[in-house]
C-alpha cells in the first residue's frame, strides 16, 4: 500500500483518451491568409495594393526590412506555422526563407491576425545583389496545429524612402540595398 499513488498515476495516465483538436468548432478546409504591411514602427496591419512600393526599415542588427503583416481566416490561433519564401519577381530566384510558428492573436469568429510584425530581411543581401528599386514576390503559407491550411502571395517594391524613421538612414540604405553611394 506504500505505493498507492505509483498506481493512481499510471491509472490516470492511461485514461487520457485523445486530445480534442484546437478548433472543433472551425471547419478543416476554406482557409484564408490576407497580407499586408505595417508603419515603419511595425504597428497595425495595413492593406497595400499588389505590387506596392514598400519602405526598406533599418533594423536593430544593422540591416534593413520589410515589415509583413497577415490576417487569417479559419486558422486555429495560437502559434501556427508560417512559411515566408520571398523570390525576386523577375528571375524567380528565392532570396529569404523562414519557417516559423508564429502568435495568431483570435479576433473572434474564426478570424485571427498575427501578434506582430514580421521583418522580411532584404538586404544586405549575401549575394551582393541590389534590392531596393526592385519588383520582389512573397509567398506565405501557414498551417495550425490541426492541419488547416491557408496561402497567400503578394508582390512589393522595396524602397529607401527619406520619409521613414526621419530619413536617418536613407543613405545607408541607398549603399547596402542599391548598392550605390558607398
Same mark, same amino acid.
Given at each position: 500500500?506504500r505505493?498507492?499513488?505509483?498506481?493512481?498515476l499510471v491509472?490516470?495516465a492511461?485514461?487520457?483518451?485523445e486530445?480534442?483538436p484546437g478548433?472543433?468548432?472551425?471547419?478543416?478546409?476554406?482557409a484564408?491568409? $490576407?497580407l @499586408? #504591411?505595417?508603419?515603419e %514602427?511595425?504597428? +497595425?496591419?495595413?492593406?497595400?495594393?499588389d505590387?506596392?512600393d514598400?519602405?526598406?526599415?533599418f533594423?536593430?542588427?544593422?540591416?534593413?526590412?520589410?515589415?509583413?503583416?497577415?490576417?487569417?481566416?479559419?486558422v486555429?490561433?495560437?502559434a501556427p506555422v508560417?512559411?515566408?519564401?520571398?523570390?525576386?519577381?523577375?528571375?524567380?530566384?528565392?532570396v529569404?526563407?523562414q519557417?516559423?510558428?508564429l502568435?495568431?492573436?483570435? $479576433?473572434? @469568429? #474564426?478570424?485571427g491576425? %498575427?501578434?506582430? +510584425?514580421?521583418?522580411?530581411i532584404?538586404?544586405?543581401?549575401?549575394f551582393?545583389?541590389?534590392?531596393a528599386?526592385?519588383?520582389?514576390r512573397?509567398?506565405?503559407?501557414?498551417v495550425?496545429?490541426?492541419?488547416?491550411?491557408?496561402?497567400a502571395d503578394?508582390?512589393?517594391?522595396?524602397?529607401?524612402d527619406a520619409?521613414?524613421?526621419?530619413?536617418?538612414?536613407?543613405?545607408?540604405?541607398?549603399c547596402?540595398?542599391?548598392? $550605390?553611394?558607398?
Amino acid at each position: 500500500m506504500r505505493h498507492w499513488w505509483i498506481a493512481a498515476l499510471v491509472t490516470v495516465a492511461a485514461c487520457g483518451g485523445e486530445e480534442e483538436p484546437g478548433c472543433p468548432d472551425l471547419p478543416m478546409d476554406g482557409a484564408t491568409l $490576407e497580407l @499586408g #504591411g505595417s508603419d515603419e %514602427l511595425g504597428g +497595425a496591419f495595413e492593406a497595400y495594393a499588389d505590387g506596392a512600393d514598400r519602405p526598406l526599415i533599418f533594423g536593430t542588427q544593422g540591416g534593413f526590412h520589410v515589415w509583413l503583416r497577415a490576417r487569417t481566416a479559419g486558422v486555429c490561433p495560437g502559434a501556427p506555422v508560417f512559411t515566408l519564401r520571398v523570390f525576386e519577381d523577375d528571375t524567380g530566384d528565392m532570396v529569404s526563407y523562414q519557417r516559423t510558428p508564429l502568435p495568431v492573436v483570435d $479576433e473572434g @469568429g #474564426g478570424a485571427g491576425s %498575427l501578434r506582430d +510584425a514580421v521583418p522580411l530581411i532584404l538586404c544586405p543581401s549575401p549575394f551582393d545583389a541590389q534590392v531596393a528599386d526592385r519588383a520582389f514576390r512573397v509567398s506565405v503559407e501557414v498551417v495550425d496545429d490541426d492541419g488547416r491550411t491557408a496561402s497567400a502571395d503578394h508582390r512589393f517594391v522595396p524602397r529607401c524612402d527619406a520619409s521613414v524613421q526621419g530619413g536617418s538612414f536613407v543613405g545607408d540604405c541607398r549603399c547596402l540595398c542599391a548598392m $550605390e553611394g558607398c
